[in-house]
């Protein structure tokens, strides 16, 4: 990679970096629908970069995501803010939930592109399949932290027994996570392919 090149990527690395940190910081990013739920649209730039900059540059922008969270359930934290939050749970498994989950949404989301893009000459299924994993990977890695990490205290928030939260996860995952993914797919289609036009012109 020449110096212009590595510059650029740079570049593009800061400005997805840099709205993750603004969707982060504004209701657009960690929609507040009641307070033990909070939808995110902050991983949508990470499977973008995944796909626009490659998968080690979207682990990059998934650990941006994972501090923004940090910083979000630490500072102004919900009654479940210890899944993500060492200061809410006093345990540092909440870490494992917050970063490992966010920085392999980039690379999942990165590899899958690259792998499908081989046999998509226009990009559009690669570019959609990608922002499903992506979102998918977020959702199922993050629920199942949570079961396997802080399962009896969960239940407990969310007033459910421990023999019932497997399947309330199920539900979350059905219900929450299907709909994020297909949401973040379709702006990810819409977005990627002129941003790739974009890439390719640098």
């Not at 590899?111 to 226009?122: G, L, P």
Request: aromatic residues 10%; charged residues 10%; contains cysteine.
């Amino acid at each position: 990679m020449n110096k212009k090149n590595y510059a650029n990527k740079l570049t593009q690395l800061a400005l997805f970096a840099s709205i993750i940190i603004i969707l982060a910081l504004t209701p657009l990013g960690f929609i507040p629908i009641n307070p033990l739920l909070r939808p995110t649209t902050v991983h949508i730039p990470v499977i973008l970069g995944g796909i626009i900059l490659g998968p080690l540059s979207g682990g990059i922008l998934g650990a941006v995501f994972g501090v923004a969270s940090l910083c979000i359930n630490t500072f102004q934290p919900t009654a479940a803010s210890f899944v993500f939050s060492p200061a809410a749970s006093g345990n540092f498994l909440s870490l494992v939930i917050c970063f490992v989950p966010r920085i392999l949404i980039g690379v999942f989301a990165g590899y899958t592109f690259k792998f499908i893009s081989k046999f998509d000459k226009n990009k559009y299924f690669a570019t959609s399949i990608a922002g499903i994993i992506g979102s998918m990977t977020n959702t199922i890695l993050v629920m199942s932290g949570i079961y396997l990490f802080f399962g009896e205290r969960y239940a407990a928030v969310k007033g459910k027994t421990m023999e019932a939260l497997f399947g309330f996860i199920m539900t979350v995952v059905a219900t929450n996570g299907v709909p994020e993914a297909i949401v973040a797919s379709v702006i990810v289609v819409a977005i990627a392919k002129p941003l790739l036009k974009l890439q390719n012109k640098l």
